[in-house]
T-cell receptor, first 114, second 117 residues
Framework: AQSVSQHNHHVILSEAASLELGCNYS??????LFWYVQYPGQHLQLLLK??????LVKGIKGFEAEFIKSKFSFNLRKPSVQWSDTAEYFC????????????FGQGTTLQVKP | DAGVIQSPRHEVTEMGQEVTLRCKPI?????LFWYRQTMMQGLELLVY????????DSGMPKDRFSAKMPNASFSTLKIQPSEPRDSAVYFC???????????????FGPGTRLLVL
């Protein structure tokens, strides 16, 4: 069965620090990968997604993620975080098999100190 | 587009009562998903529909939960009888159908925060 693992459960950073959130998945076939963000009290919003092509994907608000197939990873990065990036971040995976079903990781809470 | 619409936004009820959560997907989206979010379990998929038909309800406790999609623009998730352990935020999401093996983005609603006393 597919699963998604986010190793960092709670991350605390100061403003301007660099961010990297880990995401690993277990599935041997072709996958579609997503990062969603949930700001306090709000619903999930898509940050970025990878379907195919360039493994380095750029999303909104300066976020990017790199798909490394050999490592089954899709880590999220941002060179310089802001206080407004305080949120919960979810990695999700879908096997490219027309099921429409996403499997989410447990989420990582990011707290950015001003 | 108004996005995915959910109602109510908050619901407080007593154990044993029936609870009905409602969702209106984005117009034209063929897929509709119901998720439950708790501190302990994170985000869990309960059930999802494709063109109003249930595709996968393996994540839904079937003894007390039921989901319906009577038409393309409306879905309900019903809990009867409700229990304190059902307290969670319930999200509805919708997407276009996958095309050429590519998964379309799911768009989430604002959620319904349910508290069962």
């Amino acid at each position: 069965a597919q699963s998604v693992s986010q190793h960092n459960h709670h991350v605390i950073l100061s403003e301007a620090a660099s961010l990297e959130l880990g995401c690993n998945y277990s599935y041997g076939g072709t996958v579609n990968l997503f990062w969603y963000v949930q700001y306090p009290g709000q619903h999930l919003q898509l940050l970025l997604k990878y379907f195919s092509g360039d493994p380095l994907v750029k999303g909104i608000k300066g976020f990017e993620a790199e798909f490394i197939k050999s490592k089954f990873s899709f880590n999220l990065r941002k060179p310089s975080v802001q206080w407004s990036d305080t949120a919960e971040y979810f990695c999700a995976v879908n096997a490219a098999s027309n099921t429409g079903k996403l499997i989410f990781g447990q989420g990582t809470t990011l707290q950015v100190k001003p | 587009d108004a996005g995915v619409i959910q109602s109510p936004r908050h619901e407080v009820t007593e154990m044993g009562q029936e609870v009905t959560l409602r969702c209106k997907p984005i117009s034209g989206h063929d897929y509709l998903f119901w998720y439950r979010q708790t501190m302990m379990q994170g985000l869990e998929l309960l059930v999802y529909f494709n063109n109003k038909a249930v595709m996968d309800d393996s994540g839904m406790p079937k003894d007390r939960f039921s989901a319906k999609m009577p038409n393309a623009s409306f879905s309900t998730l019903k809990i009867q009888p409700s229990e304190p352990r059902d307290s969670a935020v319930y999200f509805c999401a919708s997407s276009l159908a996958p095309s050429g093996g590519l998964q379309e983005t799911q768009y989430f609603g604002p959620g319904t925060r349910l508290l069962v006393l």
